[in-house]
Nanobody, 118 residues
Framework: QVQLVESGGGLVQPGGSLRLSCAAS????????MGWSRQAPGKQRELVAFITAGGSTNYADSVKGRFTISRDNAKNTVYLQMNSLKPEDTAVYYCNARVGSTLSYAGWGQGTQVTVSS
């Protein structure tokens, strides 16, 4: 298991930007595949961005072109840059780590609230 701590959430106006960070404890961070998921009230949790240990990325269609996931292995940190935010992006955002070819979950963060509202 890996401990994950998110930060960077908050209140932002539509069209604005936020950058979320997720710091991981322990070693072997560069072997984890990292993801950002979100859950809005009354909705299921959905994966919005994913970055493999090798640096390949994938995005949900709803955020493609607006969100960017990146990682800094020297800092054991994964980021989610969110631009052109919309009210429908409002949710609790969770960081998660997966390992191996089976993509088994190795840890989840506690979540950080993002609210997009004027």
């Amino acid at each position: 298991q890996v401990q994950l701590v998110e930060s960077g959430g908050g209140l932002v106006q539509p069209g604005g930007s936020l950058r979320l960070s997720c710091a991981a404890s322990g070693s072997n961070f560069n072997s984890y595949h990292m993801g950002w998921s979100r859950q809005a009230p009354g909705k299921q949790r959905e994966l919005v961005a994913f970055i493999t240990a090798g640096g390949s990325t994938n995005y949900a269609d709803s955020v493609k072109g607006r969100f960017t996931i990146s990682r800094d292995n020297a800092k054991n940190t994964v980021y989610l840059q969110m631009n052109s935010l919309k009210p429908e992006d409002t949710a609790v955002y969770y960081c998660n780590a997966r390992v191996g070819s089976t993509l088994s979950y190795a840890g989840w963060g506690q979540g950080t609230q993002v609210t997009v509202s004027s």
